[in-house]
């Protein structure tokens, strides 16, 4: 199964449609994960188009994200792998003793708000933020992340330069 990770998109501003860079990952996605401040959810729908879509809200998203379905926290089963889903994760430090408090029993846990990639391990627990595609902050580049999970296993974790 191919994931495509992204967050932190802050439409309008910064995300008026899908910048053609991202969309040449999405073309080959089984799954789309949004990391929260989509800030419309619009945005959901157009990422609906490449493939299914899973979200939780962010600090800076409204109602119409809510309804669209986004929760505060996910956690779900892809091909067996134990996912879980927040904006926010708190501090840097001790983020994967206080990620595996919140979600026990997840595999890997994705978030965003930082707009920084992350991408850590303690060999069970994975936490992982792709970053921003088009707010980068003080970053180099846009970016977002491309998981492989089969069978339970997640394969690879990425972070990819889309700017």
């Known amino acids: 199964m191919r994931v495509v990770a992204i967050s932190d998109t802050h439409a309008p ?3 008026r449609s899908c910048p053609p860079a991202v969309a040449e990952h999405l073309h080959t996605a089984d ?9 419309t959810a619009e945005v959901l729908d157009e990422l609906s188009a490449y493939a299914p879509v899973h ?10 994200v809510a309804a669209w379905g986004a929760p505060e926290r996910l956690e779900l089963d892809l091909d067996g ?3 879980a889903m927040i904006h926010d994760s708190g501090a840097s430090k001790g983020r994967l003793a206080r990620l595996r408090g919140t979600f026990p029993h997840a595999d890997l846990v ?3 708000h930082s707009h920084i990639p992350w991408n850590e391990t303690d060999g069970h627990l994975r936490v992982f933020n792709p ?21 339970g296993r997640l394969l690879s ?7």
Do not use: K
């Open 31 to 39: 799954v789309i994960l949004h990391a929260g401040d989509v800030c």
């Open 157 to 163: 974790a990425e972070i990819v330069p889309v700017t």
């Open 110 to 112: 994705v978030f965003g």
């Open 55 to 64: 979200a939780v809200l962010g600090n800076n998203d409204g109602p119409d």
């Open 81 to 83: 792998l134990r996912v």
């Open 131 to 151: 970053g921003s595609p088009t707010d980068r902050r003080r970053q180099p580049h846009g970016t977002l992340g491309l998981l492989t999970i089969e069978a």
């Open 13 to 15: 501003r910064r995300w």
